[in-house]
Structure formats: structure tokens, C-alpha cells
């Protein structure tokens, strides 16, 4: 087995080492008593979900298992029938992503696609894109505006939409003191929604703002849910997990471009295997000057930006 593939378990004291260590100690009345407050706390959580193996340990029966069991769930919930699946990375993948600044709009399409595709909330408007309004001028996202409204694209302003970077030296992994997010080999951070117990550190360590939180378990009406899923990206999340852009992983690990690409009706967005040499994504970062969010935090972003001139 990989590195990326296993879980370093001896770091730290992981929410599974925990309730292990309890019902040794307690005995399984004592422990079905103790952790009652938590299943009461997460009230659509089963104990079997609340147990489940984190994602890297899983064996593929027992991620056959699981799959099977949120599938299930779904329809019971939502009255869906989905199909998840668990795409796996490919062999000498690397995906990055770059925007063209310059024609960018400001329409707003790929947050709305993502909203969608990723079966957000419907009553909150979740997306995991934000686009900011920048004025002419200035690349410091912490002045740009995400509440703009009004005809666009404004003549003194343009567009910049900001989305999880996918960073190299990702901050909101090292705090994480579960383990729930990590980085795969194709470049994609991922969460294990089983696994997050919603303490949001990665939230506050995330220098884009780019992780949401689930306050409330999502509203989608049964007609709107996306039945294409995957289980690391947009299967419907629990209530009181983390979640963040995966470059739509259930796509993109399967030949396919992310629907925020598709549904950009300018052609700003430009997506591929870094490691192509031969790919569009190369060929922008060779010869476009391209430039990365806070460069100066050292987080090394997979998502770049440029101007035509």
C-alpha cells in the first residue's frame, strides 16, 4: 500500500482510538450509554456510521459496505436513488486548474453550477466558489466583494473567483487532529465526511475560505439531487462536517471536466493533468504569466490566475 493510501494513526489520538479505549474500559452496555449524547447529537448518524473505519483503512468490501449503506440512506431521506462511486486517482495524474482574469464576467455560472452539481443545500445557496468583485488595480482578494449585485462585468472592476486551491503544503490538513483531510497523489484534497468530527480548524486555517460547514443537514428536493456521486466529493454530506471544492472528483478521475468549467460561458476556466506535457493546462502555465493566490504563505496552490496582457 502507498503512502498516500495509509493512515498514520500513531500521530495522534484519533476519534476511533478513543471510543476504542472507552469500551474497553466501560464494557458495550456502559459504552452504548457513553456515546449515547453523541448519536443523539448527530441524529442522522447510525452507530455503524459513527464507527465506520476511516477511508484509508477501509478494505474494498467494506467500502462496497458503506457505499451501499448511503445509497441506501439517500433514498430513505431523500427519496433518490444514486449511484456512488469511489474514483480512484490515476497513475501519473496531476490536475490544476487556471482562470483567465481577463475574461472573466462575473456571471456567477460556476458558483451556480457548483451548487448543483455538488448537491449543496438549497435553502442556504452553498457553493464552494466564491466570485469576488476586484477593483482594477489591486489582487488583494481580502478587498473583493462577494455580495456584488448590479449588470456585469462593471467597466472599473474585474472578476476573480476563488475556490479551494488544492495547495501543495495544504494548512487546513496539518491542523486537522482527526486526520479527515489529507492529499491525494493527483493533486486533490479530499475529506472523509465519516471521519470529521466538525471542530472547523480547518476552516480557520484556510487562507482562501474555502471550507464550509454543514450547520444544518442539507435541504434538496428529491427532483434536484445529482444521482452521479462520489463518495469523497459530492455525495449529500451529514449535518456537522466540513466539505470544500474536490475539482469534482466523481468527474474529473474519470476523464471529465469539472461542471464549473463547462457551465463557464466565456471560456475562462482551464483545467488538465499538469504532468501532460502536451495537455491545455501545461501549455497556459508555459506561456501565460500566471500568478498564485498569497504566495507568501508558502501554501503552494494548484489553482492559477493570469491576464492576457
Known amino acids: 500500500m502507498s503512502e498516500e493510501n495509509t493512515t498514520n494513526t500513531s500521530s495522534g489520538v484519533s476519534r476511533r482510538t478513543v471510543l476504542k479505549g472507552v469500551g474497553a474500559t466501560l464494557g458495550a452496555a456502559a459504552f452504548a450509554k457513553a456515546i449515547a449524547p453523541l ?74 453550477a457548483c451548487h448543483v452539481e455538488n448537491n449543496h443545500d438549497r435553502p442556504s445557496g452553498n457553493s464552494y466558489i466564491r466570485v469576488l468583485e476586484m477593483k482594477k488595480g489591486s489582487l488583494d482578494m481580502e478587498h473583493g466583494r462577494a455580495d456584488y449585485s448590479g449588470p456585469v462585468p462593471k467597466s472599473d472592476s474585474f472578476y476573480m473567483p476563488v475556490q479551494c486551491q488544492q495547495c501543495d503544503n495544504p494548512p487546513c490538513v496539518d491542523v486537522c487532529p482527526v486526520e479527515a483531510t489529507w492529499k491525494e497523489k493527483d493533486g486533490i484534497v479530499a475529506v472523509d465526511y465519516n471521519w470529521c468530527i466538525g471542530c472547523r480548524y480547518c476552516e480557520a486555517a484556510c487562507p482562501y475560505h474555502a471550507r464550509r460547514f454543514n450547520w444544518s443537514k442539507p435541504q434538496v428536493p428529491k427532483e434536484e439531487i445529482n444521482p452521479v456521486q462520489g463518495y469523497l466529493s459530492n455525495r449529500i454530506r451529514p449535518q456537522g462536517v466540513m466539505e470544500k471544492c474536490t475539482f469534482c472528483m466523481h468527474r474529473t478521475r474519470e476523464g471529465k471536466l469539472p461542471a464549473c468549467l463547462e457551465a463557464c460561458p466565456t471560456g475562462a476556466r482551464v483545467f488538465g493533468n499538469i504532468l501532460d506535457p502536451d495537455s491545455e493546462i501545461r501549455w497556459v502555465l ?19 490566475y493570469f491576464f492576457d496582457e
Open 39 to 112: 448519536t443523539t447529537w448527530a441524529k442522522d448518524q447510525s452507530v455503524d456510521e459513527f464507527l465506520q473505519n476511516h477511508y484509508r483503512e477501509l478494505t474494498p468490501e467494506q467500502m462496497k459496505e458503506v457505499i451501499k449503506r448511503i445509497e441506501a440512506e439517500t433514498k430513505e431521506d431523500y427519496g433518490a436513488d444514486v449511484i456512488i462511486k469511489d474514483a480512484k486517482p490515476q497513475d501519473g495524474v496531476k490536475f490544476a486548474y487556471a482562470l483567465n482574469l481577463s475574461i472573466c464576467v462575473g456571471c456567477r455560472k460556476c458558483a451556480k
Open 286 to 304: 508555459e506561456n501565460k504569466r500566471v500568478f498564485v493566490l498569497k504566495e507568501e504563505l508558502g501554501t503552494k496552490p494548484s489553482f492559477y
